[in-house]
């Protein structure tokens, strides 16, 4: 080879041109880390695509809505790391990714829109996806960026569930006024009638005269309900201290002849476990919280007609006092689960008013507590019961709580 020498003005161009690149790149990779740590601390979760669909980025947040880590994503189907389906149809949803790419737009989420995890877990999501494109303004691939709306779906539907209570109420107040008239005036009758052929020993008589005043006393319990709903039964003024793990013994144990005696008749086993832990007390009344768990504790057996297995289990949480109660039933199905407290919804039949877990939810919220239900269908149901701890010592005027 001959080596040629450079003249001293070569020389210096090219080690300016070396020096220029060296620069551009330098700022390239500072841009690029800097658009990196900015994906990576955004509030919402970010997945990058190529023009394929295969993942090219993923921010943490995404990481842990979809289970999957980077490194593992990274060239996999979006379709695959990104799994959506429709919450109430369950089919599957195109990705907005592929979308975007297909129609040169950005794309917004359908309504009802749930990640599927790669464990199996289900977050609702909403955003939309949007296309990627280079400096000269072609399309190189798309960008999803979404996040986790359950806290948001979850305050909506107590909104939901107050307004109906709103309109409930105005109802309810009027017919509980006149159908307690209307009872009152049906047992009086029976109860006369009763009286008068109590000699006479027609037993045909009396027989349609029990029935007349177990309907009406049905009746009266169905109203009691209502007004329940739209005055609350019991005012706080009148509340004391109470325990729930007591209240959890007394529920199990006056309930024993359902769960326990009326099960076996039937040839099924039903057992109540039971996990009590060290808990504050809570203001409350006993005797309200009692027929609160009472109701959960039948509302188990039903959905055990073969038997299974009960927990109540109580633990203390930041300034609360918890109760869970967990069975091995049917589970409730997706599509009812966000119905299950509303006044009048029932899956009993006509024999059932509706109003159970209802006023349930009523003598909770009159507590300023919480109830709440996780279920998957066939694999059972945990309700929880969240009531604010009451730690200090009671007043001269408040008395101890006595269920």
Known sequence: YVIKPLERRELRGSIEVALQRNKTESKLRKKEESLTTILKSIGGAVIATDIRGSVTFMNPLAEVLTGWKQEDALGKDSREVFNIVNEKTRASIENPATKAIREDAIVEFEHGTLLIAKDGTETPILDSAAPLRDHKGNITGAVLVFRDITKHKK?????????????????????????????????????????????????????????????????????????????????????????????????????SSRWKDEAEAKGATIRIKEELGKLPLALGSAPQLTSVLTHL?????????????????????????????????????????????????????????????????????????????????GKGATFTISIPAQPEAPSKKEKLNDS
């Open 155 to 255: 305050a909506e539907e107590v909104l939901i569930r107050s307004e109906k209570f709103e309109a409930l109420e105005e109802m309810a107040a009027g017919v509980a006024h006149d159908f307690n008239n209307l009872l009152a005036i049906i047992l009086l009758n029976a109860h006369l009638l009763e009286k008068g052929l109590k000699p006479y020993k027609v037993e045909e008589f009396k027989k349609s005269l029990e029935r007349i005043m177990q309907a009406s006393y049905e009746g009266g319990e169905t109203v009691r309900k209502l007004q329940y709903l739209t005055e609350g039964e019991v005012s706080r003024g009148n509340f004391t201290r109470v325990d729930l793990n007591e209240v959890a013994r007394q529920a199990i144990a006056s309930t």
């Open 297 to 377: 504790i039948f509302n188990a057996v039903e959905a055990m007609p073969e038997g299974g297995d009960i927990t109540v289990r109580t633990e203390a949480k930041e300034n609360e006092a918890l109760l869970h109660l967990t069975d091995s039933g049917k589970g409730i199905p997706r599509e009812i689960k966000h119905r299950i407290f509303d006044p009048f919804f029932t899956t009993k039949g006509p024999k059932a008013s509706g109003l159970g877990l209802s006023v349930c939810h009523a003598i909770i919220d009159h507590h300023q507590g919480r109830i709440e239900v996780e279920s998957t269908e």
